[in-house]
């Protein structure tokens, strides 16, 4: 393969991972910004990252009308790897 190509390949995927990193976090807990999780429906944005403090019951729900967010609980994935060794 061509040098050329190859380089503006990885400076093509570079860039496209700083745009997935750099998205919005929004934090959903009792000392987070975001009390519950109908709260958060409110200022959820295209791309957001919604994480949830883990340990907490949540007796709400919520449509999100933004597109590609994620929801993870907090600390993802360093305490799911703790918990999985």
Known sequence: MNQSI???V???IVL????????????VGENEQCK???EVQHVVEDGNIIE???GVVYR??????ANNITVRPKGWPERIKKVLL
């Open 6 to 8: 190859l380089s503006a």
């Open 10 to 12: 990885c400076v093509f």
């Open 16 to 27: 496209a991972n700083i745009s997935i990193v750099s998205a919005d976090t929004l934090y």
């Open 36 to 38: 519950s999780i109908d």
């Open 52 to 54: 949830i403090v883990p």
């Open 60 to 65: 709400d729900c919520a449509i999100f009308e």
